[in-house]
């Protein structure tokens, strides 16, 4: 090794060019991340384990390189400057080949038949009574979900029947994979017969999977011109009417910038008098959960509660519903009502904080919300995923 490295040549400077394509890939890599949908919520929320690794992956290969410039020795400079160019080249090689392969991924992924989604600009116009089911959290790709259960509840969809499903997010686990098997389950299960609304959830968006959501989901215009956050409505004419927020928070505040801020101030202001407002997000307000290994605390959010909740609660909002925890409940908190519908499959971690807001929660159920329009207001059915029924609130329009 000794004679080899004595006999060979490398330039210093090639050394340190080669060393330094793994730092500018590790820095591309972390800001491409950081910049994508939900990617500041991953740098808050997200695992923090492969932080060191990557930092290290990035400065070694530059810092042998540098090392050999020192007048240490000719071997042991060239043994410095071969390890930090070897490294350099592999780590910029390695993330390049991964990013290319996720571009070919994107591009190439055709959608299989799917569902029918719901006309956002149309909405639901209806004669009388009307019935939702408002469901989340899926995650059908992942081998911890419970398949059977996503699909008795998109049959019990079908069966009871009502005019619309809403899935608010985390179809699957990892973003850019299992969007195929999503939809075929997806179209197993409700057929043609009843038209779905899909959220974009934090685990939809992670690696640039909202690029596969769009695929797999193409939305028609919506109300604001933006795919993530808008407005559709249920008009009925012998029932209560509703327009429905839907909102773009994927792990918390992050994605909530000043453009759909004004939008949400504005749309609320001009929902029609008589309608009821129900707010519709991926991520969570009030609701039970947990403290993770951080000490972070996956329970009452404080910023949403902090940031948005004020705005809902100003602009008349009744009820808000969200996903992102995996159980059922129902709570009030400063005069809104939240319903936490995040048992669509997925697998529930054991809640050890109750919300002081929490009026009701089922842990151990799957399930879903049946939301009917009555002419007295909004009834809110949790049932699980066979029917049966949970708990049973009735939600008058605000005067
Ligand atoms: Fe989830």
Redesign the pocket.
């Known amino acids: 090794m000794q004679e080899l490295l004595t006999s060979t040549r490398l330039d210093p400077y090639l050394a340190l060019f080669l060393g330094s394509l793994s730092l500018v890939a590790v820095v591309w890599s972390i800001l491409w991340l950081y910049f994508l949908p939900g990617g500041r919520g991953l740098w808050s929320w997200g695992p923090r384990g492969w932080r060191i690794p990557m930092v290290l992956a990035g400065i070694l290969p530059v810092a042998l390189a540098v090392l050999g410039f020192l007048p240490i020795g000719q071997t042991v400079q060239r043994g410095l400057s071969f390890a930090g160019a070897g490294l350099g080249l592999f780590g910029g090689l390695s993330l390049g080949f991964s990013a290319w392969r996720r571009r070919q991924s994107f591009k190439n992924f055709v959608p299989p038949l799917g569902p029918r989604l719901l006309n956002l600009q149309k909405g639901l116009r209806v004669q009388g009574e009307w019935r939702l089911m408002l469901t ?2 899926p ?1 059908f790709d992942s081998p911890t979900s419970d398949t059977g259960t996503s699909l008795a509840l998109l049959r019990r969809a079908t069966k009871i029947p009502v005019q619309a499903l809403v899935i608010l ?2 179809f699957v686990e990892r973003g850019i994979a299992g969007w195929g098997l999503t939809l075929k389950i997806l179209r197993e299960g409700l057929g043609t017969q009843v038209p779905l609304v899909p959220i974009l ?3 939809d968006a992670l690696f640039g999977g909202h690029k596969l959501f769009l695929k797999a989901f193409p939305q028609q215009q919506t109300s604001s011109g933006s795919p993530w956050y808008y407005t559709w409505d249920v008009v009925s004419a012998e029932a209560v009417s509703v327009r429905f927020f839907v909102l773009h928070l994927l792990w918390g505040t992050e994605t909530f910038d000043q453009a759909q801020h004004q939008w949400l101030e504005r749309s609320l202001a001009e929902t029609p008098p008589g309608w009821m407002k129900v707010a519709l997000s991926h991520c969570f307000f009030a609701s039970s959960g947990w403290t993770d290994g951080q000490r972070r605390p996956w329970f009452d959010h404080p910023e949403t509660l902090a940031e948005v909740a004020p705005l809902l609660e100003a602009g008349g909002v009744s009820l808000v519903v969200s ?2 925890q ?1 159980h059922l409940e129902y709570l009030s908190y400063r005069g809104l009502r939240y319903a936490v519908v ?1 048992a669509g499959g ?1 697998v529930a971690r054991p809640v050890t904080h109750e919300s002081p807001a929490s009026l009701w929660r089922a842990t151990r159920n799957k399930g879903s919300l049946v939301l009917v329009g009555t002419p007295q207001g909004l009834e809110l059915i949790f049932e699980d995923e066979w029917g049966k029924e949970l708990h049973r609130v009735q939600l008058s329009p605000k005067t």
Do not use: L, P, T
């Open positions: 989340s959290d995650h997010g985390d959830g934090n685990h996903g992102h995996h995040g997925a």
